[in-house]
């Protein structure tokens, strides 16, 4: 998860932690949010955010089973983003005595949240310069690699993540589509002897995590299990959600279970 902090570090917008408000209060009102990554523990879990002021990294703790935790694993996932539009906390002076993989500067006790919802870390940028020759998605439905299209290749595309892998620069291409699927996923591997891409994959979730571990690339997203995805609007119908993992490795992808 620490390479996920460290590209949050370089982040500010909306990453609304406010470590200098540590020892003001012994409880804040409602206020402004927070947005970080979630780190789940057995019996306290936190979300680890960056102060856009001094750049620190922050810890808001809570217990599972209290209304707060209750709220956030609900509606959060671990190593993935969750944002709170709303919240009161209160220092921490006695910080969890669990480990967690990120040790913050400074840890605050999360004591109620309002707005909880997962957010995606995809860029979706319409072009990115490579090593090797600039990749762009166009109006026309068509990948380019070096302004010429890609054989094959169709969809609305937007670059969601860029990553060294080696001697290959490695995009996540994010696909977009409509309400029943909102977007899948390809690898491209692109090196001085062109582009290559894996075949579309994911949950139609187009909210994202993703870990580049040595020369692997790891994809988080939510995977409903029950439920029907076009038709959020209905309240009354029963989602379930689990976590898909993909793991992309010497080009090819496949599904962790």
Do not use: H
């Not at 909880?116 to 319409?126: A, H, I, K, P």
């Not at 996923?185 to 075949?199: D, E, K, N, Q, S």
């Not at 571990?213 to 959600?241: F, H, T």
């Amino acid at each position: 998860m620490s390479m996920m902090i460290s590209r949050l570090r370089r982040r500010p917008a909306g990453l609304l932690a406010l470590s200098g408000l540590i020892g003001l209060l012994p409880a804040m009102a409602m206020g402004q949010g927070i947005e970080g990554v979630l780190e789940r523990g057995s019996t306290r879990s936190a979300l680890f955010v960056v102060s856009p002021e001094s750049g620190d990294l922050v810890g808001y703790a809570f217990r599972n089973g209290s209304p707060v935790g209750k709220t956030i694993l609900e509606g959060c996932m671990t190593e993935m983003l969750c944002r709170i539009d709303q919240s009161s906390e209160r220092e921490m002076r006695n910080p969890p005595v669990q480990q967690f993989k990120d040790q913050p500067s400074a840890w605050m006790e999360l004591t109620r949240v309002r707005g909880v919802e997962m957010t995606s870390e995809s860029m979706r940028l319409e072009a990115v310069d490579t090593r090797f020759g600039k990749v762009a998605g166009n109006e026309e439905l068509q990948l380019l690699f070096r302004g010429k299209p890609v054989p094959n290749v169709t969809g609305q595309f937007s670059i969601a993540r860029q990553y060294e892998v080696g001697a290959a620069d490695v995009l996540l291409l994010q696909n977009s589509g409509g309400t029943a699927c909102p977007a899948r996923y390809r690898f491209a591997t692109v090196t001085a002897r062109g582009i290559t891409l894996t075949p579309e994959f994911g949950s139609c979730s187009d909210l994202i995590a993703s870990y580049q571990e040595g020369n692997r690339i790891r994809v988080l997203m939510p995977k409903l299990i029950s439920g029907s995805m076009s038709n959020m609007a209905n309240e009354g119908q029963q989602r379930v959600w689990a976590k898909a993992t993909y793991v992309f490795a010497q080009g090819q992808v496949v599904e962790q279970k």
